[in-house]
């Protein structure tokens, strides 16, 4: 089993950061991508960012620009640095990581709104 621990949610207004972190741990072996994504109220969950296990960052059309993905592997963490945040950036962000499995955390709100 894989444990994930995300941290850094809140409230913000437009335009302000925030900084989402991921650690994992467990029976941990080998990671190979790390994550984030989205829900919003009524949508389906979408892909923000991911990076692969070599360092390749796939980011979504909507956070190009503002946000930036980054892992530790020395800490099993990956974090998501958020700026220039919008109101249509308001969702639970959710940390999944894969082995040879998926995992997924349980979710931090993020609300942006003035």
């Known amino acids: 089993q894989v444990q994930l621990v995300e941290s850094g949610g809140g409230l913000v207004q437009p335009g302000e950061s925030l900084r989402l972190s991921c650690a994992a741990s467990?029976?941990?072996?080998?990671?190979?991508?790390m994550g984030w994504y989205r829900q919003a109220p009524g949508k389906q969950r979408e892909s923000v960012a991911t990076?692969?296990?070599?360092?390749?960052?796939t980011y979504a059309t909507s956070v190009k620009g503002r946000f930036t993905l980054s892992r530790d592997n020395a800490k099993n963490t990956v974090y998501l640095q958020m700026n220039s945040l919008k109101p249509e950036d308001t969702a639970v962000y959710y940390c999944?990581?894969?082995?040879?499995?998926?995992?997924w955390g349980k979710g931090t709100l993020v609300t942006v709104s003035s």
């Open positions: 999944k990581v894969t082995t040879n499995m998926a995992y």
């Open positions: 467990g029976n941990i072996f080998s990671l190979n991508s």
């Open positions: 990076i692969t296990g070599d360092g390749k960052t």
